[in-house]
């Protein structure tokens, strides 16, 4: 854990205080919301097939920290500052989703465990892991009609679209040294951000409060954004116990995230060797040596460049959150945005 001086030195563009913000801190703003909506997430599932009913149980304990959910709680209170029902129901539907996500990406990677636990795949087989994925999402769509609201359904429906084109553009660039930074946005705005403005998005349309609308959007979309960044710079400064999969992961799995796009975009005129070297490996998905590439990524000042972007996309979320009515709920999401940044430090 970084000391809290470091902490304020790069992170001086968000609120910080004394002392690094806790996750835990921030759920117990909304605890009792939290409580509720946590068991709704897998007591909303009613399937009459057994074998449904384990894999979703098993993913569901397997899950996060419910970030989603609890940027739902937070905004429903921004909004209205009351225990309301709905916004409980659809946050345990965005946590629905997101684990239906999960899933599919396990598949999809050949993920043996998440979170230090196995997948799916690996407990079952691929066959159930990505029906039962399917099941989630439809299961999401069944709850969602419930609240009889068509622009819920179209923001939810358009979304969930952007979601899996999200995922088939990251495999359509697998293996792909000519991937482009406006590629990779695209790419995470579909996959990562479109998840969190439903999240936020979803609650003004439930509390009848399109004022907020533009505001949870943009801080849907650019906390989105750098949330994503920042997970990919860690995937070669992080520790792999810590983050619970193994550096250099994505080099492997040919996925052109940004601090590989920009290494290649910094080695190609700079230095030619190091730049076939990052080419290959991408290109096949054999890293030579782990540490090499590593090596030539921090070197090359692709992970500087990526933590200024988070920054900036960071800051983007914070500017539209600074024109929501100040409040504990307000604070909890610029908490939430420094709590992700610290992760860089």
């Given at each position: 854990m970084?000391?809290p001086?470091?902490?304020t030195?790069h992170?001086h563009h968000?609120?910080t205080n004394?002392n690094p913000?806790?996750?835990a ?7 009792c919301?939290f409580?509720?909506?946590d ?5 909303s599932?009613n ?5 449904v009913?384990?894999v979703?149980?098993h993913?569901?304990?397997?899950g ?5 959910p609890?940027?739902?709680l937070?905004?429903?209170r921004?909004c209205?500052d009351?225990q ?5 129901h659809?946050g345990a539907?965005?946590e629905?989703?997101h ?9 999809i990677?050949?993920s043996?465990m998440r ?5 799916a ?7 159930t892991?990505?029906l039962?994925g ?9 709850l ?8 819920l359904l179209k ?6 679209c ?5 995922e088939?553009?990251q495999?359509?660039?697998q293996h792909?040294?000519q991937a ?9 705005d579909g996959?990562t951000?479109?998840l ?11 509390h009848n ?5 533009d505001?949870?959007?943009?801080f849907g979309?650019?906390?989105?954004n ?5 997970d990919?710079v860690l995937d070669f400064?992080?520790?792999?116990d810590?983050?619970?999969k193994n550096?250099?992961d994505d080099?492997?799995?040919g996925?052109p995230?940004?601090?590989l796009i920009?290494a290649l975009?910094?080695?190609k005129t ?10 290959i490996?991408i ?10 590439i590593?090596?030539i990524?921090?070197s ?5 460049y990526c ?5 900036n996309e960071?800051n983007?979320a914070k ?5 929501l009515?100040?409040?504990?709920y307000r ?6 945005m420094q ?6 430090y």
């Open positions: 970084p000391t001086n470091t902490v030195n992170a968000i609120d004394s913000i806790s996750y801190q921030i759920q117990s703003i909304v605890a919301d409580e509720i909506m068991k709704q997430v897998f007591g599932l399937s009459k097939v057994q074998l009913m384990s979703s149980q993913v569901i304990d397997a996060g920290k419910r970030m989603r609890l940027i739902s937070l905004c429903s921004i209205d009351k309301f029902k709905p916004a409980m659809l539907i965005t629905m989703l684990t239906a996500t999960l899933v599919h990406d396990d598949v990677d050949s043996k979170r230090g636990k196995p997948t795949n690996a407990m079952w087989d691929n066959a892991a990505v039962v399917d099941y989630l999402i439809a299961r999401a769509f069944n969602l009609v419930e609240f009889g609201s068509l622009p923001l939810f429906s358009d979304g969930t952007d979601i899996a084109e999200g088939v553009l495999l359509q660039h792909n040294p482009t930074e406006e590629d990779y946005m695209k790419i995470i996959k951000s479109r969190f403005m439903l999240s936020s998005q979803g609650v003004a349309i439930l409060r399109p004022e907020f609308n505001a949870f959007a943009k979309q650019h906390f989105g750098a949330f994503q960044i920042i990919d400064t992080g520790d792999s810590v983050l619970g550096v250099g080099i492997a799995e996925k995230t940004l601090p920009k975009e910094f080695t700079n230095n030619p060797n190091d730049y076939e070297t990052l080419r490996a290109q096949t998905g054999e890293a030579v040596d782990i540490t090499k590593i090596h990524v921090k090359s000042g692709a992970v500087d933590c200024q972007k988070a920054l960071t983007l500017n539209a959150v600074l024109s009515p100040n409040s504990i604070q909890g999401l610029l908490d939430l709590l992700a940044s610290q992760r860089l």
